[in-house]
Nanobody, 118 residues
Framework: QVQLMEAGGGLVQAGGSLRLSCSASRNIFTFDSMSWFRQPPGKERESVAQITNSNRPKYADAVKGRFVISRNNTANTVYLQMNNLSPEGTAVYYC????????????WGQGTQVTVSS
């Protein structure tokens, strides 16, 4: 089993920044990838960013140039730096890891709320 704990959500004005963190109960090198998803109110969950265990990032078009995903292997933590936030960024943000190889599944955190006011 893998436990994930997100932190860093909150209320921010449009144009502001927030940094989310996701701490894992396992060595993050054991995951093929770690990702951030978000679910805006009344909408489907969508992918935001992903980073592989070879440190390759990938971003959704909506956040390219504004969000940065990174990882600290020593701390078993992945981060999402979100800059120049817009009200469309209001959502519950979830951490996700692909642990199929060693743990038999994909795991999700409990989510952290981000609210961007206009």
């Amino acid at each position: 089993q893998v436990q994930l704990m997100e932190a860093g959500g909150g209320l921010v004005q449009a144009g502001g920044s927030l940094r989310l963190s996701c701490s894992a109960s396992r060595n993050i090198f054991t995951f093929d990838s770690m990702s951030w998803f978000r679910q805006p109110p009344g909408k489907e969950r969508e992918s935001v960013a992903q980073i592989t265990n070879s440190n390759r990032p990938k971003y959704a078009d909506a956040v390219k140039g504004r969000f940065v995903i990174s990882r600290n292997n020593t701390a078993n933590t992945v981060y999402l730096q979100m800059n120049n936030l817009s009200p469309e960024g209001t959502a519950v943000y979830y951490c996700n890891v692909d642990g199929k190889a060693l743990y038999g599944g994909i795991f999700w955190g409990q989510g952290t709320q981000v609210t961007v006011s206009s």
